[in-house]
């Protein structure tokens, strides 16, 4: 038996390019498109219904998401205990998250389950009868829950910040609220489940998949009638930058929020703005991170991101600071973009940064629930698998001018919105 010697560290390896499998398509008998990832060693099945069902193509506020949650609370025949009974007999996963721009019921099991988990699905989108009952109970939870969010400064900060860009009449700025959530009734979640729940669907299904799990699939798609999504159109009017301080008394800290709208996923300077941002404050030895926690120990946490939407993307910077440093903390914030855009990166400080975001992505692909994450964060918003090829050749290929390029471009700090709340 040979030993490992610990002492000495594995050869550095180049990745020349990054490979990996992408679903296929199957046409089905409805023309509802399912795509299909057959990987993986264990005998699990993943299937994904996205629909364009989110709070974008509501009627009013809060019936996407009632009309989602309300799937699981009552079927014709099954009540909300007896269909979480059934799940948990197959030791199933269900989950149904609805966002802005889509809606996405997502069912993880055996696949030997897979069948049976598929039967109850077929019954949860053809027979959902939307009790009363169960949707006083879910609107009374919805309450105490925002309740909870309203006393975290951060929640707050982050409800503040979208508002202040877009205004509480976009969908992509408004956020949910008591006196919404009181208005909802079973007529509004009846007709919005007729209308628009199951609308633009589209299936993703990744694991040991087989022929006769798309027999199962076929079958359930047989029942969902295939509909095309209108999508309402909404101004991207964004407001101008402003600075918004809200003091909470009792507060030990205050969040802050900083940054703007930038462009969709598709435009050209997506992949390197978010290099950028990686490096300004994306990971443990980030700029942000180096400077504010580390040096000046002003927080615990901040970081940089950039979120995508269908029609946009927040670039953000999010921290919670002990009050007596928050102006300190923005000022080092707006520090370390000005660094950004009137120096440039050295060469050693930009391949840690690059060996970094190429082992983070290339262990987003090391299984197929994984790989189809990415295929759907792509496909969500017209992109194929170019878009990660595109990645890593923008990140090889990126150099200190361009950064320095970017941020002068789109990090200019009077174009930056500012929230703290505490």
């Known amino acids: 038996m040979t030993l490992l010697d610990r002492k000495t560290p594995p050869a550095f390896k180049t990745i020349d390019n990054i490979s990996f499998p992408w679903p296929t398509t199957v046409k089905t008998d409805v023309g509802i498109p399912l795509f299909i990832l057959n990987q993986g060693d264990l005998p699990i099945i993943k299937l994904s219904l996205l629909s364009e069902a989110g709070s974008w193509y509501e009627p009013q506020n809060g019936v ?124 509004h979640l009846v007709s919005f489940y007729k209308n628009q729940l199951l609308a633009g669907c589209q299936v993703l299904l990744s694991g ?58 598709t435009h050209p300077d997506y992949l390197a703005m978010y290099i950028v941002t990686e490096l300004l404050g994306g990971y443990f030895g980030s700029r942000l991170m180096r400077n504010i926690r580390e040096e000046k120990g002003y927080t615990y946490n901040i970081y940089a991101t950039m979120l995508p939407l269908k029609e946009t993307t927040y670039f953000l910077i999010s921290t919670e600071a002990i009050q007596e440093f928050t102006e300190q903390t923005c000022e080092e914030i707006y520090r370390e973009i000005k660094i950004l855009q009137t120096e440039e990166v050295e060469l050693e400080e930009l391949t840690t940064l690059k060996n970094y975001m190429i082992g983070s992505f290339l262990t987003s692909i090391n299984d197929p629930f994984s790989i189809m994450q990415l295929f759907k964060e792509a496909h969500l918003y017209g992109l194929a698998q170019d878009f990660y090829e595109d990645f890593y050749h923008t990140l090889q290929q990126i150099t200190p001018a361009r950064i320095k390029e970017i941020a002068n471009t789109y990090l200019a700090l009077e174009s930056l919105t500012e929230v703290r709340i505490g």
Do not use: W
Not at 90 to 95: D, E, F, P, R, S
Not at 212 to 222: A, K, M
Not at 248 to 260: F, M, R, V, Y
């Open 64 to 187: 996407a998401y009632f009309a989602a949650k309300m799937l699981t609370e009552g079927t014709l025949n099954k009540t909300a205990q007896e269909i979480a009974a059934y799940i948990d007999y197959y030791g199933a996963n269900l989950t149904i998250i609805t966002r802005v721009d889509y809606c996405s019921i997502e069912l993880v099991c055996l696949s030997k389950h897979f069948a049976a988990m598929l039967d109850l699905l077929t019954e949860l989108l053809t027979t959902p009868n939307f009790p009363q009952t169960q949707l006083n109970l879910l609107q009374k939870l919805r309450v105490q829950a925002l309740k909870v969010e309203d006393e975290k400064n951060s929640q707050l900060a982050h409800k503040r910040f979208k508002e202040a860009l877009l205004g509480k009449a976009h969908p992509y700025g408004y956020s949910l609220t008591a006196a919404d959530i009181a208005t909802v009734t079973t007529d």
């Open 208 to 265: 040991q998949v087989t022929e006769q799990h798309i027999q199962y699939v076929q079958q359930l798609l047989s029942h969902i009638p295939s509909k095309p999504a209108n999508r309402p159109t909404y101004p991207l009017s964004i407001k101008s930058p402003s600075k918004i301080h809200v003091q909470k008394e009792g507060s030990l800290q205050s969040a802050i929020c900083i940054g703007k709208l930038l462009f969709p996923k």
